[in-house]
């Protein structure tokens, strides 16, 4: 387990490295491709996904599967991420270690002992500067300096992650150190994942950021990038449309489930839904946290309901909120990348076509005595914690972003190894 002192001294540690190799930020050789020199220092800005969380855990087997690592690797760029501990023989395994199986109560975790609260702590190897600055839990407001107006973000369990990764520094402030000649930019998903995560009151509004607040921080964080003074080009990416995550079911899911589980009774209320385009419909969703523990007791035997009229489910209203946030969101972020020449990805479309994939993307569970439910139980392109994407879909990603750069940019990035 961290201390406060271990974390202020891994971030001095790592602020001194920095400032003592100050020298290798300016020395990379510039990648022998077309348009290589554009690429020859790469900072990534994000939260979990970029951070490489899989199954609610992250340590350096995981950062190594990110999809930024994989996009450096081909761009050819030195990249270097604020490693943690994974070292099995030693008894380390992450900070958290990852889940292993998620319908224990708590979930167990890699190792033996592990928790929630188990860290490993950093890599004794510091680097010299850091090109993947994201840490999960952030949100827009927290990727802006720390002197932004207020209100400033509030204290979040997330916030070890800031201190751990980053010394307690902000995303900007230490991509300004690595002066990038390439940025990614992934935020908004936790502008309104939050409502989803919510174990008192799913879905509600005061658990998102307002379309016209997050149009604000996100145009102040882009104007702060462009203040670098150093960045040719960069790639942002859309928010993800978190009711699409295998962690909320659809509650006609839960309604088609219980067909083979004769002790647990579905509402009619849990079947509503509203057509808002050709791709996009409004569902009653059903939260992981909230829907389990009535499946896992039918299925010991004991009748349970679910009641979809409660506030521990998101409605079909409330759904409509948060697909129509996440439009907003996307349309800020595209503005952002037109208005710079940049290259703007929307990720839904690639999850839409995992979600067309049999077995990729699981709408319902694979809950026990199910033979998926310990190695895939949302599926095989989401991790076992039904919201982080597996090293699979990492890698799709880091193709999709090599894909579009080399598109706009005319640039001939070499394959995802």
């Not at 395994?93 to 609260?117: A, K």
């Not at 949100?139 to 107006?149: C, G, H, P, S």
């Not at 946290?289 to 979809?308: K, S």
């Not at 640039?411 to 995802?416: G, K, N």
């Amino acid at each position: 387990m961290p201390h406060a002192r271990n974390l202020l001294a891994a971030g001095l540690t790592l602020a001194l490295a920095a400032a003592c190799h100050q020298d290798e930020l300016f020395t990379p050789l510039v990648p022998s491709y077309a348009g290589g020199a554009m690429f020859q220092r790469y900072v990534s800005f994000g939260n979990s996904i970029t951070a490489g969380i899989q199954s609610g855990g992250l340590n350096d087997s995981l950062q190594k599967a990110a999809y930024p690592v994989l996009l450096a690797r081909a761009m050819g760029t030195p990249f270097f991420y604020p490693s943690l501990n994974y070292a099995p023989s030693l008894n380390l395994y992450g900070c958290p270690p990852p889940i292993t199986f998620v319908f224990s109560s708590p979930p167990t975790r890699l190792g033996p002992g592990s928790t929630d609260q188990t860290c490993s702590l950093r890599s004794a190897s510091v680097p010299p500067f850091l090109n993947n600055v994201a840490f999960p839990g952030a949100d827009v407001l927290e990727l802006l300096n720390t002197n932004y107006a207020p209100p400033q973000p509030p204290a979040s369990a997330t916030d070890a992650f800031k201190l751990f990764l980053l010394g307690g520094r902000t995303e900007l402030q230490r991509a300004r150190e690595v002066l990038p000649t390439f940025v990614s930019v992934w935020i908004g998903n936790n502008d309104v994942l939050g409502a989803i995560l919510d174990t008192g009151n799913a879905g509600q509004a005061a658990d998102i950021t307002p379309p016209a607040t997050f149009a604000t921080r996100f145009n102040a964080l882009m104007d702060s990038i462009d203040s670098f003074g150093t960045v040719r080009g960069g790639v942002l990416i859309g928010a993800v449309q978190v009711t699409g995550s295998p962690y909320v079911s659809q509650g006609r899911a839960y309604a088609a489930a219980s067909v083979a589980i004769p002790t647990m009774t579905v509402l009619p209320n849990c079947l509503a839904f509203q057509q808002l385009s050709p791709t996009d419909t409004a569902f009653v969703y059903v939260p992981f946290h909230y829907g389990a523990p009535i499946v896992a007791r039918a299925a010991a035997g004991v009748r349970d309901t679910l009641d979809c009229s409660n506030s521990h489910v998101i409605s079909v209203a409330e759904a409509v909120n948060m697909i129509a946030t996440v439009v907003q969101y996307n349309a800020t972020i595209a503005q952002a990348a037109t208005a710079r020449g940049w290259v703007y990805v929307d990720p839904n479309g690639l999850l839409r076509a995992l979600a067309g994939v049999p077995g990729a993307i699981r709408p319902f569970p694979a809950f026990p005595p199910d033979a998926n439910a310990t190695a895939a139980p949302f599926g095989t392109a989401i991790s076992r914690d039904g919201i982080h994407p597996s090293t699979a879909t990492q890698r799709l990603v880091a193709q999709a972003l090599r894909d579009s750069i080399n598109a706009h940019y005319s640039a001939q990035i070499p394959p995802i190894p």
